[in-house]
């Protein structure tokens, strides 16, 4: 399968010993000259492949409507649960909403068409521009790729974030996002007033619930010196608000 | 905001010091009284977000066709630059594919109606039943769902796999995601034998060319006591060929 | 199969001969029995039916974006042909012309959430409100019955408009419709004045050639008392033209 | 705007009086001249349309996903009501069937991708191959040509059929239509079944009602020699059963 042998052919082609140019000029050259055969016997191949090829036409690119703005909201799968289990604070832990601020950054760096980004909770929304043209404004690809990389930071980060309190993930948390399209200005607006509104009830609540929760804990700690020992039912109760 | 007194109403309630069940019932008791209120005020504040809400309906379920296979393909975004940068081995990491396998286990463990999964190099094709009901078949969670959790279990189980070696992740790695509906049983054998097909190719260009590579280097050191200090134009040869 | 027998049952309740209003009330009473009967074992047989019912489920409802403007265009398929059998005037038969606009006004008058309409040639483009509910905005019912409507009305007109030149239609037209959203009012002002200018275009390009080809006959009937039977090959060269 | 002088130039070219075939190609050469001209200046017109053109890039073709059978069903607008105002016979007007039949046939003959076409009462399957290419399988346009087409044949033969019964058509019909996929042939064939199964049902429960509605007329037309006038009553039972 060795195409050719150095020693032969290479003599002339060497510079002088060590010059690391030359010696890259003759590799490149070497290495094209190979190239080129593989890449033809690469293509009678591709040839070989053509009668399975067809399968590419079931591909569907579902392209967003030009000149809508497009909110990519993604959202935590099962938050509930891996809030629990790493002993986030409740009602907002401030280390968990930092990490889920840089997560949302990291994003926001990669796509320069990101107007502006809201996070609220296990969620985060991005708005990108009118005219953004990223992959062709195809679905898939960005609900995906948006969803991908925001995982991929909120890991990333975890260990800087959480180094202090020691505070090791014990397994790995995912989200999913969707694309939505709004037309004009005010339907942009009204949905991140829509997003503004809902984190507002939603911490009133929780800050509420959980004080109330605490001074309760707190009272009757004081009085019986009793430690409970789990929250489940005060986790089910504000479950069951919350899924109304 | 604190709706009742916790000292004065709990006593007559509060059963046996000590007892945990009693106060856990007590708690509860108390708790459901003061979410009931706080219930209804989230309601009308609900009835204040609703001016807002009318949003929602710019969100387009697409569902994916029934009683089709549903092919999920993630496939990693500029995974050269990243296997360059963390020195995976070429052609073939072990422990690089070792990972690849982790994570697409992972996803395979999470969703029960993955029928079969295929992976080569840095994509992974997911096979859902043709009964698969998986989000009502809804396209943009699926697809994001699937990449976000390939992503983080690929993070997840980098520690473990790269211990031996040292290897640090230097930036948060992602992949995008698409879905692909396959009508009958031949297609989807067909979508197989297309990435089979692939990967053969691909290795045995890889495999030759990697080789010849360590082969120049290894002649040309013996030669010269000259260690390149980059593969950067080998590099560029690769990919040339790789991206026609 | 009859499940009652009138002349029993029927007589108290006929009223005084030759009313009609008590004949009606004992007719639907007496339905009424045999329908509820007959509902009965339509549902068991709807029972029957469910085992293929599933099939429903394969409909998809593409439903339009909210908020933007609708343009539901139809365009005559093959309409070169149908003037030419039609012996249509060129380059604008004023007779034709008032036929496409008698359909468009029937369309309007049907849908009144059309804001406007405008036609040329054989294509005319609806411009449904921002906020038209029609159809919950499902593409397929309105893109079809926009074009089976505009067709039907064509047809229906087409005694009265060409009566007076006693012309026959000689096959059915048919036109066919596409649906576009325009999320911006800039969007749409521009796709009225794209289709003005084509408009344009095609109107000045079709008066001139076609005076010059009444010119050339003309002269060439003076010179030669010949009268060309046919204009076939014009026919072909103007095809060129607009199909470029 | 007029390019040339005929006399002058033509002259020569002309050839013995009153041949028709010389007398054309000198008309075709002249206006192939004229229409390079025009092509040009055309073609400049076009540059100056460009600012609006790019309003094309918001229509969006939906394709039908390969190798599934495709249904187009088209259904009548309000034919409850154009039943009624052109007095079609109840249950069934074979005649009215018949115009039906001509319509699909019409739709048969001019698409030959076809498979099978099933009619009842107001509705027409048609099912188009798996491997039907017709307009790249665009939804939008498939689903409106059928309709149109359906429409159009539906008037054309009007005449032809209700000659013999005088029978004028008083407004335009007019039908809409969907597309649905259907991945297998078991799908297919239980969709055939679930129309089948539905006129079963429905001519079962029309013929029975309506000979019902005639033999109560007649007993109350031999008593006292009246006839009612008008049905209302009893097409309003028949239409609340319909819409369960």
């Known amino acids: 399968m060795f195409l050719f042998a150095l020693p032969d052919h290479a003599k002339p082609l060497v510079a002088p010993v060590g010059c690391p140019f030359v010696m890259h000029y003759c590799m490149r050259r070497l290495l094209n000259a190979v190239n080129k055969k593989i890449i033809r016997s690469y293509q009678s191949s591709a040839m070989a492949l053509s009668r399975f090829e067809y399968v590419k036409q079931f591909e569907h690119e579902d392209k967003l409507l030009s000149n809508c703005w497009i909110v990519v909201r993604i959202d935590g799968k099962g938050f509930h649960r ?84 020691s505070l090791v993930i014990r397994y790995p948390p995912s989200f999913d996002a969707r694309a939505v399209l709004y037309p004009t200005d005010d339907n942009l607006r009204d949905y991140l007033s829509w997003r503004q509104a809902d984190v507002h009830v939603n911490n009133l609540y929780n800050t509420t619930f959980w004080n109330l929760v605490a001074s309760v804990q707190h009272q009757l700690q004081q009085r019986t010196d009793y430690v409970p020992k789990g929250n489940h039912s005060v986790t089910e109760d504000r479950q069951c608000v919350r899924e109304k």
């Not at 809030?83 to 907002?92: I, Q, S």
């Not at 889920?100 to 320069?112: K, S």
């Not at 809201?118 to 990108?128: H, L, P, R």
């Open 82 to 165: 891996f809030c629990n289990v790493h002993k986030f604070d409740k009602p907002n832990d401030p280390d968990a909403l930092q990490l889920m601020n840089m997560a949302g950054m990291t994003v926001m760096q990669e796509f320069n068409e990101i107007a502006v980004a809201f996070g609220q909770s296990d969620e985060y929304s991005f708005v990108f521009r009118r005219d953004a043209s990223i992959y062709q404004r195809r679905r898939d690809k960005l609900v995906s790729y948006v969803a991908s990389l925001f995982t991929s930071a909120y890991m990333f980060h975890w260990d800087r974030i959480f180094h202090s309190r």
